[in-house]
């Protein structure tokens, strides 16, 4: 079995639990997407997924983009919906998601909506060139990025930092760490109520040393797909970090503008961190990073800079003509070229990124500084 989730088991005598809980937590969501379940070669665990029927008729070729609107989801505004939309696409996975242990499973899936919940909350001030966060729980040293100050619990300085109805303000962010930040309180939350070492550790490391970046990747998070076997182009499960690469070389080169990282919301949406009640859908996104090309701005400094506001009124004028609507899609909604290469690909990714274990005796998070 290629797709589906494999859970696994501490013994043969555990497979009866292991089906009974997925049976329960559908029940209590009030899903019935057509389950089937198969036992593991090795005895070790066992296979849920969907029954072939089920997937051509609700996400044909694994595109989960309208599956809300189909089932008449409003994950949105109600947590019940988003619950179901979280379970029903990770059993649409195209490529086999292992697990190893129900309860970790089940973090996985308050991680996502965690996650989602907080995405739609996030709203922040775009500046490529400078930064700040809450100062009563923040400090900065380039060395060792934002720290926590002592005494400042992680969850609510991650919360002040990225939600203005809490603050009362917007902090400067790149879209980049923007996803880190809300990936971090999501995963926060969970290690918080079941987990609490794990919380503890997290604490320490950011009041020692920020994690970021690549790092920030390798550390925390999990990739599912690959340039050489990429994902659906349209598979995405609510709570996935996404990267929308730029394919114009050119513009490109402008710092803040190589592509553009998003969290799914589902119901089709990804997040909008600048206007948060405004979120893209696939072709706003694509129409936007197609004309960063046409925005390109230097300075008499000769720095690259771009113009936010041209961008916008080509996107709008686009929008109005349904012809050039379709070749612009069409050139974006491909699958990205490698990295530094820029030539027929588009600004599609081949792969989602989630966060890694968390529960006690399967967490698979090693923190360097803890």
Known sequence: MSFGLRIRHASLGAQADLRHRMVQLL????????????????????????????????TPDFDTLGLSAAQHWDGA?????????????LLATPLTQDFPSFDEFESACRIRFHLVRAAQRTSMDFKTDEVDRPPEHWQYHPDTGFTLKPGKCLIEALTLATQPSRSGRQYAFSCYRATEYVMLLAMAQEAHDHHPDLFARLQRQWQTRAIMSGNFQETL??????????????WYVPGDRVWFRNPDDASSDVYGF????????????????WQHDQPYDIPSKCLEIYHWRDGVTRDAQGKLGMDETRVKLLVDSTRRCPQKTREVLERMQRLRDPAGVYAHGGCMDSTREMSRWVRPGTCDIVLPDA
Do not use: K
Not at 46 to 51: G, P, S, V, Y
Not at 221 to 234: A, T, V
């Open 258 to 273: 190589e592509g553009s990282w998003v969290v799914y919301l589902g119901g089709g949406l990804f997040t909008n961190f």
């Open 27 to 58: 029940e209590h969501l009030e899903l019935d997407p057509q389950l089937c379940c198969s036992a593991d070669t090795d005895g070790q665990g066992l296979h849920f997924f969907l029954h072939p029927d089920a997937v051509a008729s609700q």
């Open 77 to 89: 505004r109600h947590d019940r919906d988003l619950r179901r939309e979280i379970l029903w696409t």
């Open 221 to 234: 998070l999990r990739e599912l797909g690959s340039q050489d076997l990429p994902l659906p182009m349209h």
